[in-house]
């Protein structure tokens, strides 16, 4: 089955650590990537994005993600958290744009210790 | 610029009752609108999308309605709710190209009791 896989569901990382958060998707062609974040209580945040050309993708806040196809992976890593990072971050894809919609992953919740 | 606007933010209601969720983007004409539900612990489920006034298709059976009156309004409804019901309620809207960013409201956290 189609699905978005975020294997990690809670993270806790210690203030100026770097930090990978990890997400693999199983469909057949590339499919559109994102990253969002989500503050408690609040909506989602895009962090980046991923359609096409270079892998290694920047986005807001210090984040990049690089896109692996033959690991079907699209990974998220910033080199030095803050604890404003502390959040919940989504991978999503869109797998075909007939559909039109996100499908996300399960989301990763992000701790960050003095 | 763009903006979305959802009301309420909060709403406690009792199992049974109705539902009526309002979501209105500015800035923009002809969006693709989405609704999703975001159980406590859990990712987005998304619930609804339209591509265009009167158009709705839905991903899920539930005892959850959409329609979509105007171009830029998007509502969510339930004539009785359940108590797994319950959750956070995002909107989201997206040009109609739909494969770029979908852009978020500030969320409904609905309570059924």
């Known amino acids: 089955a189609q699905s978005v896989t975020q294997p990690d569901i809670h993270i806790t990382v210690s203030e100026g650590a770097s930090l990978e958060l990890r997400c693999n998707y199983s469909?057949?062609?590339?499919?559109?990537l994102f990253w969002y974040v989500q503050s408690p209580g609040q909506g989602l945040q895009l962090l980046l994005k991923?359609?096409?050309?270079?892998?290694l993708v920047q986005g807001i806040k210090g984040f990049e993600a690089e896109f692996k196809r033959s690991q079907s992976s699209f990974n998220l890593r910033k080199p030095s958290v803050h604890w404003s990072d502390a959040a919940e971050y989504f991978c999503?894809?869109?797998?075909?744009?007939?559909?039109?919609?996100?499908?996300f992953g399960s989301g990763t919740r992000l701790q960050v210790q003095p | 610029s763009q903006t979305i606007h959802q009301w309420p933010a909060t709403l406690v209601q009792p199992v049974g009752s109705p539902l009526s969720l309002e979501c209105t983007v500015e800035?923009?004409?002809?969006?693709?609108l989405y609704w999703y539900r975001q159980a406590a612990g859990r990712g987005l489920q998304l619930l609804f999308y339209?591509?265009?006034?009167?158009?709705i298709s839905s991903e899920v059976p539930q005892n959850l309605s959409a329609s979509r009156p105007q171009d830029r309004q998007f509502i969510l409804s339930s004539k009785k709710l359940l108590l797994s019901d319950s959750g956070f309620y995002l909107c989201?809207?997206?040009?109609?190209?739909?494969?770029?960013?979908?852009?978020f409201g500030p969320g409904t956290r609905l309570t059924v009791l």
């Open positions: 999503a894809v869109v797998p075909d744009t007939g559909r039109r919609a996100l499908t």
């Open positions: 339209s591509v265009g006034i009167g158009q």
């Open positions: 991923y359609f096409s050309g270079d892998t």
């Open positions: 469909y057949g062609a590339t499919p559109y």
């Open positions: 800035g923009t004409s002809n969006p693709n």
């Open positions: 989201a809207w997206t040009t109609d190209r739909g494969y770029n960013e979908q852009f």
